[in-house]
């Protein structure tokens, strides 16, 4: 005895057609999550410098430094003068549809990122000797991550 079983499924597949759709077209403009992530690295990268440095402190001021600055009402954090100009305030963002960059254009940033004598290095923001200075580090690129997934899937 033979015994033969066809088995058809019909599958509605129009619904994951429609979503798939949407994302694809979300991806084809992706300026304004990329507003969002520069945002957020731009809020980060000012944190680091309000915080004293981040994951590892700033070093301290020089002694005579840090005497100028007290004489001369200023805060005694480190690579802050004053809120009202400066470092601290001279960061901007530009994003395209594919990235998201914050950046300084003053000359004197280098100097605090790089060190020079007789400057000791203060890194406030991520390069690629360490990538572990927020906004990079795991925490931040999960936070970025999770706004481009919102993004795309909302």
């Known amino acids: 005895m033979i015994f033969k079983i066809d088995i058809t499924a019909d599958v509605d597949d129009a619904k994951a057609r429609r979503r798939l759709k949407r994302i694809l077209n979300k991806t084809k403009n992706m300026k304004p999550a990329w507003q969002q992530v520069g945002n957020y690295a731009k809020k980060v990268v000012i944190e680091n410098i309000d915080e ?7 070093a301290p001021l020089s002694p005579i430094y840090a005497k100028w600055k007290a004489a001369h009402g200023y805060t005694d954090k480190i690579l802050i003068r004053s809120h009202g100009n400066g470092l601290i305030n001279s960061f ?15 000359k004197y940033a280098a100097a605090h990122q790089e060190g ?9 923001m991520p390069d690629s000797e360490d990538r572990n200075i927020p906004p990079f580090d795991d925490k ?9 997934k919102n993004f795309i899937l909302r």
């Open 52 to 58: 004293g440095g981040r994951p590892k402190k700033f």
């Open 92 to 106: 901007h963002r530009r994003t395209t549809n594919y990235s998201a960059r914050v950046y300084t254009s003053l």
């Open 116 to 124: 020079i004598d007789p400057l000791p290095a203060r890194k406030f």
């Open 140 to 148: 931040s690129m999960r936070h970025i991550r999770e706004i481009l």
